[in-house]
C-alpha cells in the first residue's frame, strides 16, 4: 500500500499518543498551501497563454476586422489593456479573478464565467456517474481477487484490471458504440440529456459515455483495492479475528474491508485528473456539451479566455479533491502523522 | 492519465544491496512469464518502428482512389481507408511516431524529475519546499489538460508533444525520487561518504542517483505506457503530431468518422495502442518483482 504522491509519511512507533492536534496543524498547514499553489498556477497559465503565437488582438476582434487601420488596433489595445506591461496585466487578470470575472470569450463574447456554469452538471454528471461505475466495479472486483488469492478468479480480475489501465478510453469507446450502436442498434450514438429532465433517455444516452470512462478507470481501482485488501489480510489482527472464531465472511466485511478502503478511498479521489482529461475525449465523441467539449473547443478556436477558464477550474478542483483526500486520510487514520 | 505509477513501493535498499537479486533472462523469463512476453511484444513493435519503411508494403502516404476502404485482405492485410492507403504499412509507420515520443517523454521527465527530486529530498528546507509547491503545481493540471495546452502553445511537432508529455510527467518522478533520498539520505553508507569528505554534489550524483535507479527504470517503463496513450488522445483529439504522418490516434480519428462503413479501420491502431501500453505496464510490474521482494511477499505471502 502505498499512496500516491504527497504520500503521508507514516513514522514509525507513533501508535500511542493523541493524534488530533498533528492532524488539525496539518490541515492548517495544507490549506495555507493551497492558495500558494493557486497563484502558482495562474501564474503558469498566464504566462503559458502569452507564449501564444500571434497578437491577442486580432484573435479577440476576429479575423474579418483584421484589416483595420493601426490607429483603431493601438485604440483597442489600449482599451484591453494589451499595452501594459505583462506583471500589470497579470495583475489585472488575477484581480479580476478574485471577482470571479474569468473574461469573455473571443468567440462570441459570451462570458466565459456563464458559460462554464452552464456546463458544470453536464460534465459532473458523466463523471459522477463514471466514477460510481468505476467503484461499484473496481472495489468488489479487487476485493475478491485479494480474498482468493493466487487462484484462477484473481488472475482474471487482475488481467482484467491491466487491461483497464492499458485501454484508450477512445477505442474502447469506439468498440461500444461499434457493438452498441452500429450493430445492435440498442442505444443512441451520441446526444446528450439532462438525468433531472428526463431520467430514461438521459440513461441511455449516458450508457456508452459512462461505460467508456468508468470501465477504464476502474481498472486501477481493482489493482489498488487488491493489494490494499491483501495488506490488510496479512496483518495481526485479522488473524486476530479468525482465531476467534469469526466466520471469513464476517473477517472480511467487517474487519478487513474497513481499514483497506482508506488508500482506495484517497485513490479515487486523486482519478478526478484522469476523468476531466477523459471528459475531454469522451464528450467529443458522444458530443455531450459539457466542459470538456468546451475545452477541446477552445483549443482549436484559439478561443484563450475560455481555454484558461476552463483548465483553471480543473486544476482547482483536483487541488481541493487532493487537499480533501488527504485531510479524509489524516483524520480517519490516527497512524499517520504528517511532517 | 492513470495512477499506475503510484503504487511503485520504494526500493528496499538496505535488504538487497549486497545482495541485489542477480536474474538472468532464462530465470527472469521463467518467473515473470507475463513480463517475458511483453518484453518480446515490445521488442516486436520496437523493430517495427525502426524497420518500418522495409517492412511496409506500400507507401503509407500513397493514396489509391480505387481502392478506398478496401476490408482487410491478402493485398492489404489490415485493409484500405477513406483515401485507399495501406492500414498495415500506416499502422508501422505510426509505430515510429508514438515510440519516438514516448521514450524522448519519459527521457524528459527523468531529466528533469530526478535531479530535482535527489536535491529536494537531500537538501530539504527552502529548496524542497519550492520544488515540492511548484510539483504540487504542475499535478494539479490534469496531464491531458496540460499536454493540450503545452502543445497549443508550441506548436504540434515531435519534439513539442515529447516536451509536453515530459514536463507533465516529471513531478512525479520528483516525488518518487525524492521520497526515496529522504530514506537513503541517513543511511551509514552516506554518514560515511561525508566522514570521507565527499562534497554534496559527489554524494547525490555518485551514492544517491544509482540507488534510485531501480525506482526510476520501473516508474520508466509505466510512464512509457501511459506517454503512448497520452500522445495516442492527443492525435485522436487532432491536436498531436499533424497529418500525412501516420500516428495510430490519427488512424483512430479517422477511423471514428467511419465507424458505420468500414469499422475495421479502427481494430488495428487501437490494438496496437492496447498491446503496447499493456506490454509496458507488465514489464515494469515485471521489473518490479524482481526489484521489490517485499511486494512479493505480500502477493504471494
Redesign the interface.
Same mark, same amino acid.
Given at each position: 500500500m502505498s499512496p500516491r504522491h504527497g504520500k503521508p509519511n507514516v513514522a514509525a512507533g507513533n501508535r500511542a499518543g493523541p493524534g488530533t492536534p498533528f492532524v488539525i496543524a496539518y490541515v492548517m498547514r495544507r490549506c495555507l498551501q493551497i492558495p500558494f499553489v493557486v497563484l502558482l498556477v495562474t501564474l503558469a497559465l498566464f504566462f503559458i497563454m502569452h507564449l501564444l503565437p500571434g497578437d491577442p488582438i486580432y484573435a479577440a476582434i476576429g479575423e474579418s476586422e483584421a484589416s483595420l487601420d493601426e490607429v483603431a488596433i493601438h485604440q483597442m489595445r489600449e482599451d484591453l489593456g494589451l499595452n501594459d506591461p505583462l506583471p500589470v496585466q497579470y495583475g489585472n487578470w488575477l484581480a479580476d479573478l478574485a471577482r470571479g470575472d474569468l473574461g469573455r470569450s473571443f468567440k462570441d463574447r459570451v462570458s466565459v464565467g456563464d458559460n462554464i456554469k452552464g456546463r458544470i452538471p453536464i460534465t459532473a454528471q458523466l463523471g459522477l456517474m463514471a466514477l460510481l461505475v468505476a467503484v461499484c466495479v473496481g472495489v468488489p472486483a479487487g476485493t475478491i481477487a485479494a480474498v482468493k488469492r493466487n487462484s484462477i478468479l484473481d488472475y482474471c480480475v487482475t488481467i482484467i484490471a491491466i487491461f483497464g489501465i492499458a485501454v484508450p478510453s477512445f477505442w474502447f469507446a469506439m468498440l461500444l458504440i461499434w457493438l452498441f450502436v452500429v450493430t445492435l442498434g440498442w442505444l443512441p450514438a451520441s446526444g446528450f440529456v439532462g438525468i433531472w429532465e428526463d431520467p430514461w433517455p438521459a440513461i441511455e444516452h449516458m450508457v456508452l459515455p459512462v461505460a467508456a470512462l468508468g470501465l477504464t478507470l476502474s481498472g486501477s481501482i481493482m489493482r489498488y483495492t487488491r493489494s490494499s485488501v491483501l495488506d490488510v489480510l496479512n496483518q495481526d489482527y485479522v488473524r486476530t479475528a479468525r482465531a476467534k472464531g469469526l466466520n471469513e465472511r464476517t473477517v472480511i466485511i467487517r474487519h478487513a474491508l474497513r481499514n483497506s478502503l482508506l488508500p482506495v478511498v484517497t485513490v479515487v479521489g486523486l482519478q478526478l485528473g484522469y476523468l476531466l482529461g477523459g471528459s475531454i475525449i469522451i464528450e467529443n465523441m458522444f458530443a455531450i456539451p459539457g466542459l470538456g467539449r468546451l475545452a477541446l473547443d477552445a483549443i482549436n478556436g484559439r478561443d484563450y479566455p475560455t481555454l484558461q477558464g476552463v483548465v483553471l477550474l480543473f486544476t482547482f478542483l483536483v487541488l481541493v479533491v487532493n487537499l480533501l483526500t488527504d485531510m479524509s486520510y489524516a483524520v480517519l487514520d490516527p497512524r499517520i502523522r504528517y511532517s | 492519465?492513470?495512477?499506475?505509477m503510484?503504487? %511503485?513501493? +520504494?526500493f528496499e535498499f538496505a535488504q538487497s544491496a549486497r545482495r541485489r537479486p542477480r536474474c538472468r533472462p532464462a530465470q527472469f523469463a521463467r518467473r515473470h512469464p507475463m513480463a517475458a512476453i511483453a518484453a518480446s511484444i515490445i521488442v516486436v513493435f520496437v523493430a517495427a518502428a525502426l524497420f518500418a519503411p522495409l517492412l511496409a508494403p506500400y507507401d503509407p502516404a500513397a493514396t489509391d482512389g480505387v481502392n478506398r476502404l478496401q476490408t482487410p485482405s491478402a493485398s492489404h492485410v489490415f485493409g484500405t481507408d477513406t483515401l485507399g492507403r495501406d492500414v498495415f504499412s500506416r499502422a508501422l509507420h505510426g509505430a515510429r511516431v508514438s515510440l519516438e515520443v514516448a521514450v524522448l517523454a519519459v527521457l524528459v521527465a527523468g531529466a528533469i524529475g530526478v535531479p530535482l527530486g535527489i536535491l529536494s529530498g537531500f537538501r530539504g528546507g527552502w529548496i524542497d519546499t519550492i520544488v515540492m509547491?511548484?510539483?504540487?503545481?504542475?499535478?494539479?493540471?490534469? $496531464?491531458?489538460?496540460l499536454a493540450?495546452?503545452?502543445v497549443?502553445?508550441l506548436?504540434p511537432t515531435v519534439v513539442n508533444i515529447m516536451l509536453a508529455l515530459g514536463i507533465g510527467a516529471a +513531478? $512525479?518522478y520528483a516525488?518518487l525520487v525524492r521520497?526515496q533520498v529522504l530514506s537513503l539520505k541517513n543511511m551509514e553508507y552516506i554518514t560515511a561518504a561525508r566522514a570521507i569528505g565527499a562534497t554534496d554534489i559527489r554524494i547525490m550524483a555518485r551514492y544517491l542517483w544509482p540507488n534510485t535507479l531501480p525506482t526510476v527504470i520501473v516508474a520508466a517503463s509505466l510512464t512509457m505506457?501511459t506517454a503512448i496513450?497520452a500522445e495516442? $488522445?492527443l492525435s485522436?483529439?487532432?491536436?498531436g503530431v499533424r497529418p500525412p504522418t501516420p500516428t495510430w490516434g490519427g488512424m483512430?480519428n479517422e477511423?471514428?468518422s467511419q465507424?458505420?462503413a468500414a +469499422?475495421f479501420l $479502427?481494430v488495428f491502431p487501437?490494438a496496437a %495502442?492496447?498491446l503496447i501500453?499493456?506490454s509496458f505496464?507488465?514489464l515494469g510490474?515485471g521489473i518490479r518483482d524482481v526489484m521489490d521482494p517485499r511486494l512479493r511477499t %505480500?502477493?504471494?505471502?
Open positions: - | 492519465m492513470k495512477a499506475n503510484d503504487d %511503485i513501493a +520504494p509547491r511548484v510539483t504540487d503545481a504542475v499535478i494539479a493540471f490534469p $496531464s491531458l489538460v493540450l495546452t503545452l497549443l502553445v506548436g +513531478p $512525479s516525488r521520497g505506457g496513450l495516442a $488522445s485522436f483529439l487532432g491536436v483512430l477511423a471514428f465507424i458505420y +469499422p $479502427s487501437g %495502442i492496447f501500453t499493456l505496464n507488465l510490474d %505480500i502477493d504471494h505471502g
